[in-house]
C-alpha cells in the first residue's frame, strides 16, 4: 500500500489545456502529507523526466508514483521504478481530448473550463487513491516442471513436439495408435506446401516421423492414451495407460493435436452417400489415390468422369431441423439425467448442424488437389468440380489458376439439388443456380462429396480433466466441440490455462496451417512455463503478478466463484470452500465480481479499491447548476481502447462522464453500481466486449455473465426506489470508437430526460 505518493503531471501529454498549477494546489490542499511530492514537468517521459521521479523514490521521500499525462496503453515500457508502485491516470485521451463544452446541456454554459479542471480533478484523485488501496502483487511463483506434453503423433503434434524440444524443453509425445503421422500418414499427396504452389507434392511425414524419433527430448508413447489430467500449469500431473499399464507423468504444459476424424457418412445421404454405391467422400478417395486404385465400388471399372461436389446449398436442411429437435429433446433429457451419453449425442448433433450447411477453404482445396490425382492417375479421364463458393485465400490462387488451365478439370458453379442414380452405376447430379442460370443434370461415373472433419474432442473428453468443472473443455457454442477458447483472439489458448490446442482439433486446416500452428501452441506451452515459474499470468494479461485471495471466514460456500469462473481456476476443498489453483487464473476477476459476500480480492484490484474510487467523483447536489454525473465502467480489453481511439480521432463525449477501467465486466460486483446511485450519481454505463455466439469476451463469458447479473442490479435499485434505466451494460468491438462516443451522449440524454438521482444531495 501505498502511503507517500508523488503526483506528476506531464506538460507535453496535456498540450496547455489544463492550469496545472491550480490542479496541483488542488492535490496538495486534498491530500497533503499522503502527497509530499507535486510535480510537472516539460516531458515526463524522456530521461530527464525519468530520472526526476526516480531521484523521488530513491531518497525515500515517496513509495508511489502517479503519472497524470497520456493513456496507460502507451508508454507502459517508460514509466517502470524499482521501489515504487505506479499508477496512470489517463488526462490526455479521456479527458483533455474528449471534452466537449455541454452547450443545452443544464450546468453548461458552453465557455467555461471549469468543468474540464473537475474532470481532471476527479481522474487525479481517483488514482490517487488507487494507488493508496493497492498493494505490490506477487508471491505467486512457483517450481515448473520444464516438460511439455503432446498429445497427438499426426502432423502437428510431430511439429509442435519438434518445436518445442528446438526451444530446450522436454517432451512427451502420447500417440493412441501404434504409428506416428496421424491423417497426414494416410494421405497420398498434400496441397503445395512450397513455391511455386502449383501442384500437390508429398507430405514429408516420414522426414518429419524421423526426426521426432531420433530426437533424445523426445520421449515417443505408441499405443498410449492419456487417462487423466491433474493439477495446474508448472505442475501437472499425467496418468498415461501405455502397453496396458498406467503410469504417472509429472509435466508442465499441454499441445493437445489430436486432430480430426471423419463425420459419420449417414449424414450425407442426401448427396447419395450410403444410398448410391459410387458416392464416396473424399476421405474415401484420398485413400484409393494413396492405393494407386481410383475404381468404383459398383463394378471395380476406372472411372470416366468423376464430379466432386462442393455446393449443395439447402439439401441439408431437413436434417438440420431433425437434428435440432434430437437436440432439445437430449439436453431436456440431461437435465433429468435420464441418459449418460446424453450429453455426448446433444454435442454431436449440434456440431453436425452448425457445421454441415457449409464448406471451408479446405474442402475447395481438397477437392482441387483430387481433380488432380484423376488427372495424374487416369489421365484419360475428367474432374468436373461444382461449387457454390470456391475459397483459395492468399497463395492458394496460384493452385486454382492452375487447374483452371488444366483441360481436363472442369469448374462450375452451381448448387446442387438432386443427387439419383442414373442406371448402370452411374449417378445423376441435378445443378440450379449456375453460371448459366438454368438447371443442368451431369452424368458422372463417380460423385465424389465432402467429408465432415470433426474434433476428436466433440466426441472424448480427450485429456479426462481432475478439474471441478468437469473432465472436457466447455462447449463452444458457434463451433461446438472444437477445443479453442477466443478464435479472434487468442487462436490456440483453450479455456484451460496451461492447454494449447492446434491443428484440426482448433479449427479444419491443411498440413501448411496446421504446421504454423504447431509452432504458435509450442510457443505458448512454452511462454506458460516461463511465466508460471515467475508467478505471471500468461494471457491475456501477460505478466500480471496478481491473483485472487479468499478471505475464506467470511466464505458462505455459495459456489458462485467456482461455478462462473470461466477457466477452471477453482476447485474446492472438503467443506465446499473455493481452492484456488494460481496458475490457472488470468486474473479476470469474475470470481471478485460473483461473490456477493465481497471476500475475493487482488492485492491491486479489489472491491474497496475501486469503490473509493467512485466516492472521488464529485457529484454536484444539484444537476441544474453542477451537471449531472454518470459512471462508466469500461472493459480494458475492448471499450477502453475504443474510448482512447475516439478521442485521438477528435469524437468528443459529454464532460460529465467519470471513466473507470476494469479488467473484465465480469469483475463488476453490484456493490459498485449501489454505491455510486447512493452517492447520487445520475446513471452508470457499463462498456464491455461482444458476447453470444462468437465469444469475443477475452475472458469467453465476462459480458455475457455480467449481463446475467443485470437482474441483481436491477434487484438493487429497486429496494433504493432508482429506476433500472439507470444503469444500462453495452457491448463494445474495440473497432467500435467511431460511435462510443454517441452512444455515451445517447445515454446521458436519456438519463437526464428522468432527471435526477433520488440520492443526490443525502
Same mark, same amino acid.
Given at each position: 500500500?501505498?502511503?507517500?505518493?508523488? @503526483? /506528476?503531471?506531464?506538460?507535453?501529454?496535456?498540450?496547455?489545456?489544463? +492550469?496545472l498549477?491550480?490542479?496541483?494546489?488542488?492535490?496538495?490542499?486534498?491530500?497533503?502529507?499522503?502527497?509530499?511530492?507535486?510535480?510537472?514537468?516539460?516531458?515526463?517521459?524522456?530521461?530527464?523526466?525519468?530520472?526526476?521521479?526516480?531521484a523521488?523514490?530513491?531518497?525515500?521521500?515517496?513509495?508511489?508514483?502517479?503519472?497524470?499525462?497520456?493513456?496507460?496503453?502507451?508508454?507502459?515500457?517508460?514509466?517502470?521504478?524499482?521501489?515504487?508502485?505506479?499508477?496512470?491516470?489517463? !488526462?490526455?485521451?479521456q479527458?483533455?481530448?474528449?471534452?466537449?463544452?455541454?452547450?443545452?446541456?443544464?450546468?453548461?454554459?458552453?465557455?467555461?473550463?471549469?468543468?474540464?479542471?473537475?474532470?481532471?480533478?476527479? /481522474?487525479?484523485?481517483?488514482?490517487?487513491?488507487?494507488?493508496?488501496?493497492?498493494?505490490?502483487?506477487?508471491?505467486?511463483?512457483?517450481?515448473?516442471?520444464?516438460?511439455?506434453?503432446?498429445?497427438?503423433?499426426?502432423?502437428?503434434?510431430?511439429?509442435?513436439?519438434?518445436?518445442?524440444?528446438?526451444?530446450?524443453?522436454?517432451?512427451?509425445?502420447?500417440?493412441?495408435?501404434?504409428?506416428?503421422?496421424?491423417?497426414?500418414a494416410?494421405?497420398y499427396?498434400?496441397?503445395p506446401?512450397k513455391?511455386?504452389?502449383?501442384?500437390?507434392e508429398?507430405?514429408?511425414?516420414?522426414?518429419?516421423?524421423?526426426?521426432?524419433?531420433?530426437?533424445?527430448?523426445? %520421449?515417443?508413447?505408441?499405443?498410449?492414451?492419456?487417462?487423466?489430467?491433474?493439477?495446474?500449469?508448472?505442475q501437472?500431473?499425467?496418468?498415461?495407460?501405455?502397453?496396458?499399464?498406467?503410469?504417472?507423468?509429472?509435466?508442465?504444459?499441454?499441445?493437445?493435436?489430436?486432430?480430426?476424424?471423419?463425420?459419420?457418412?449417414?449424414?450425407?445421404?442426401? #448427396?447419395?452417400?450410403?444410398?448410391?454405391?459410387?458416392? @464416396?467422400?473424399?476421405w474415401e478417395?484420398?485413400?484409393?489415390?494413396?492405393?494407386?486404385?481410383i @475404381?468404383?465400388?459398383?463394378?471395380?471399372?476406372?472411372?470416366?468422369?468423376?464430379?466432386?461436389?462442393?455446393?449443395?446449398?439447402?439439401?441439408?436442411?431437413?436434417?438440420?431441423?431433425? $437434428?435440432?429437435?434430437?437436440?432439445?429433446?437430449?439436453?431436456?433429457? *440431461?437435465?433429468?439425467?435420464?441418459?449418460?451419453?446424453?450429453?455426448?449425442?446433444?454435442?454431436?448433433?449440434?456440431?453436425?448442424y452448425?457445421?454441415?450447411?457449409?464448406?471451408?477453404?479446405?474442402?475447395?482445396?481438397?477437392?482441387?488437389?483430387? *481433380?488432380?490425382?484423376?488427372?495424374?492417375?487416369?489421365?484419360?479421364?475428367?474432374?468436373?468440380?461444382v461449387?457454390e463458393?470456391?475459397m483459395?485465400?492468399?497463395?492458394?490462387?496460384?493452385?486454382?489458376?492452375?487447374?483452371?488451365?488444366?483441360?481436363?478439370?472442369?469448374?462450375?458453379?452451381?448448387?446442387?439439388?438432386?443427387?439419383?442414380?442414373?442406371?448402370?452405376? +452411374?449417378?445423376?447430379?441435378? !445443378?440450379?443456380?449456375?453460371?448459366?442460370?438454368?438447371?443442368?443434370?451431369i $452424368?458422372?461415373?463417380?460423385?465424389?462429396?465432402?467429408?465432415?472433419?470433426?474434433?476428436?474432442?466433440?466426441?472424448?473428453?480427450? #485429456?479426462?480433466?481432475?478439474?471441478? %468443472?468437469?473432465?472436457?473443455?466447455?462447449?463452444?457454442?458457434?463451433?461446438?466441440?472444437?477445443?479453442?477458447?477466443?478464435?479472434?483472439?487468442?487462436?490456440?489458448?483453450?479455456?484451460?490455462?496451461?492447454?494449447?490446442?492446434?491443428g484440426?482439433?482448433?479449427?479444419?486446416?491443411? #498440413?501448411?496451417?496446421?504446421?504454423?500452428?504447431?509452432?504458435?501452441?509450442?510457443?505458448?506451452?512454452?511462454?506458460?512455463?516461463?511465466?508460471?515459474?515467475?508467478?505471471?499470468?500468461?494471457?491475456?494479461?501477460?505478466?500480471?503478478?496478481?491473483?485472487?485471495?479468499?478471505?475464506?471466514?467470511?466464505?458462505?460456500?455459495?459456489?458462485r466463484?467456482?461455478?462462473?469462473?470461466?477457466?477452471?481456476?477453482?476447485?474446492?476443498?472438503?467443506?465446499?470452500?473455493?481452492?484456488?489453483?494460481?496458475?490457472?487464473?488470468?486474473?479476470?476477476g469474475?470470481?471478485?465480481?460473483?461473490?456477493?459476500?465481497?471476500?475475493?480480492?487482488? +492485492?491491486?484490484?479489489?472491491?474497496?479499491?475501486?469503490?473509493?474510487?467512485?466516492?472521488?467523483?464529485?457529484?454536484?447536489?444539484?444537476?441544474?447548476?453542477?451537471?449531472?454525473?454518470?459512471?462508466?465502467?469500461?472493459?480494458?480489453?475492448?471499450?477502453?481502447?475504443?474510448?482512447?481511439i475516439?478521442?485521438?480521432?477528435?469524437?468528443?463525449?459529454?464532460?460529465?462522464?467519470?471513466?473507470?477501467?476494469?479488467?473484465?465486466?465480469?469483475?463488476?460486483?453490484?456493490?459498485?453500481?449501489?454505491?455510486?446511485m447512493?452517492?447520487?450519481?445520475?446513471g452508470?454505463?457499463?462498456?464491455?466486449?461482444?458476447?453470444?455466439?462468437?465469444?469475443?469476451?477475452?475472458?469467453?463469458?465476462?459480458? $455475457?455473465?455480467?449481463?446475467?447479473?443485470?437482474?441483481?442490479?436491477?434487484?438493487?435499485?429497486?429496494?433504493?426506489?432508482?429506476?433500472t434505466?439507470?444503469?444500462?451494460?453495452?457491448?463494445?468491438?474495440?473497432?467500435?470508437?467511431?460511435?462510443?462516443?454517441?452512444?455515451?451522449?445517447?445515454?446521458?440524454?436519456?438519463?437526464?430526460?428522468?432527471?435526477?438521482?433520488?440520492?443526490?444531495?443525502?
Open positions: 500500500m501505498a502511503e507517500k505518493i508523488g @503526483v /506528476y503531471f506531464d506538460e507535453a501529454s496535456l498540450g496547455g489545456a489544463l +492550469d498549477a491550480a490542479l496541483m494546489d488542488g492535490v496538495r490542499a486534498k491530500w497533503g502529507a499522503t502527497c509530499p511530492v507535486v510535480k510537472s514537468h516539460p516531458q515526463l517521459a524522456s530521461d530527464a523526466g525519468r530520472a526526476m521521479i526516480q523521488d523514490i530513491d531518497a525515500g521521500t515517496i513509495d508511489g508514483v502517479c503519472i497524470c499525462g497520456p493513456s496507460p496503453r502507451v508508454d507502459w515500457d517508460i514509466y517502470r521504478f524499482q521501489g515504487a508502485q505506479v499508477e496512470r491516470v489517463n !488526462l490526455r485521451e479527458c483533455v481530448l474528449c471534452y466537449r463544452d455541454p452547450d443545452g446541456v443544464p450546468g453548461g454554459d458552453g465557455t467555461s473550463p471549469e468543468l474540464l479542471q473537475k474532470m481532471a480533478m476527479d /481522474y487525479v484523485n481517483m488514482g490517487v487513491v488507487k494507488l493508496q488501496k493497492s498493494t505490490p502483487p506477487g508471491g505467486g511463483e512457483i517450481d515448473v516442471v520444464r516438460r511439455v506434453l503432446v498429445v497427438g503423433g499426426g502432423w502437428t503434434g510431430l511439429t509442435a513436439a519438434l518445436d518445442v524440444a528446438a526451444l530446450g524443453y522436454d517432451v512427451i509425445l502420447v500417440e493412441k495408435q501404434d504409428y506416428l503421422g496421424g491423417a497426414a494416410q494421405m499427396k498434400t496441397i506446401l513455391p511455386p504452389y502449383t501442384k500437390a508429398a507430405t514429408g511425414i516420414e522426414k518429419k516421423i524421423a526426426a521426432v524419433q531420433e530426437n533424445e527430448k523426445i %520421449q515417443v508413447l505408441l499405443n498410449a492414451q492419456l487417462v487423466s489430467l491433474a493439477g495446474a500449469p508448472g501437472y500431473t499425467a496418468t498415461i495407460a501405455v502397453a496396458g499399464e498406467e503410469r504417472n507423468e509429472e509435466i508442465g504444459s499441454v499441445v493437445l493435436a489430436t486432430g480430426w476424424t471423419p463425420l459419420d457418412g449417414s449424414y450425407l445421404k442426401p #448427396l447419395g452417400y450410403g444410398r448410391l454405391k459410387n458416392v @464416396v467422400t473424399a478417395f484420398e485413400s484409393m489415390a494413396k492405393a494407386k486404385a @475404381v468404383r465400388k459398383s463394378d471395380g471399372a476406372k472411372p470416366k468422369k468423376v464430379l466432386f461436389v462442393l455446393g449443395f446449398g439447402e439439401m441439408l436442411a431437413p436434417f438440420a431441423q431433425k $437434428e435440432q429437435e434430437e437436440a432439445e429433446a437430449a439436453a431436456k433429457a *440431461a437435465q433429468t439425467k435420464e441418459a449418460d451419453d446424453t450429453p455426448k449425442t446433444n454435442f454431436v448433433k449440434q456440431l453436425t452448425k457445421h454441415l450447411p457449409f464448406t471451408s477453404e479446405l474442402t475447395s482445396l481438397t477437392a482441387l488437389k483430387q *481433380a488432380g490425382y484423376v488427372r495424374e492417375q487416369l489421365p484419360e479421364s475428367a474432374a468436373i468440380i461449387y463458393h470456391m483459395v485465400p492468399g497463395i492458394n490462387e496460384l493452385y486454382y489458376k492452375a487447374a483452371q488451365n488444366d483441360p481436363g478439370v472442369m469448374m462450375t458453379k452451381g448448387v446442387v439439388r438432386e443427387v439419383r442414380d442414373g442406371g448402370d452405376g +452411374d449417378v445423376v447430379v441435378v !445443378l440450379e443456380d449456375t453460371l448459366l442460370g438454368a438447371k443442368v443434370e $452424368e458422372a461415373d463417380m460423385v465424389v462429396v465432402p467429408t465432415g472433419m470433426v474434433p476428436t474432442t466433440a466426441l472424448d473428453p480427450v #485429456l479426462n480433466l481432475k478439474y471441478r %468443472q468437469g473432465p472436457a473443455f466447455p462447449d463452444l457454442q458457434l463451433f461446438s466441440g472444437y477445443a479453442d477458447s477466443n478464435y479472434i483472439c487468442f487462436p490456440y489458448e483453450t479455456r484451460r490455462t496451461g492447454i494449447y490446442a492446434a484440426a482439433v482448433r479449427q479444419p486446416m491443411g #498440413l501448411a496451417l496446421a504446421e504454423t500452428d504447431a509452432a504458435g501452441a509450442a510457443l505458448k506451452a512454452v511462454q506458460c512455463l516461463e511465466s508460471a515459474n515467475r508467478g505471471m499470468a500468461v494471457h491475456p494479461r501477460s505478466g500480471d503478478l496478481s491473483f485472487p485471495k479468499f478471505n475464506l471466514l467470511r466464505c458462505t460456500q455459495c459456489k466463484c467456482t461455478e462462473e469462473c470461466p477457466f477452471g481456476a477453482l476447485d474446492e476443498d472438503e467443506k465446499g470452500n473455493p481452492m484456488p489453483n494460481t496458475s490457472r487464473c488470468r486474473r479476470c469474475t470470481c471478485m465480481g460473483a461473490c456477493p459476500e465481497r471476500v475475493i480480492s487482488f +492485492d491491486n484490484y479489489n472491491i474497496d479499491q475501486i469503490g473509493s474510487m467512485i466516492k472521488q467523483i464529485e457529484v454536484p447536489d444539484d444537476m441544474a447548476v453542477g451537471g449531472p454525473r454518470f459512471l462508466i465502467l469500461a472493459c480494458e480489453n475492448d471499450a477502453y481502447p475504443a474510448l482512447d475516439a478521442a485521438l480521432q477528435g469524437k468528443p463525449w459529454s464532460p460529465y462522464v467519470r471513466i473507470i477501467p476494469v479488467r473484465c465486466l465480469g469483475s463488476v460486483n453490484t456493490i459498485w453500481i449501489a454505491d455510486a447512493s452517492k447520487g450519481t445520475d452508470c454505463l457499463l462498456l464491455g466486449c461482444k458476447y453470444g455466439e462468437d465469444y469475443q469476451c477475452h475472458f469467453v463469458k465476462g459480458s $455475457e455473465l455480467c449481463n446475467r447479473r443485470m437482474a441483481n442490479i436491477g434487484e438493487t435499485l429497486g429496494k433504493l426506489g432508482i429506476e434505466e439507470r444503469v444500462q451494460q453495452l457491448q463494445v468491438a474495440i473497432d467500435d470508437y467511431a460511435i462510443v462516443p454517441q452512444l455515451i451522449d445517447t445515454f446521458v440524454n436519456d438519463i437526464i430526460k428522468l432527471g435526477p438521482n433520488p440520492f443526490k444531495g443525502y
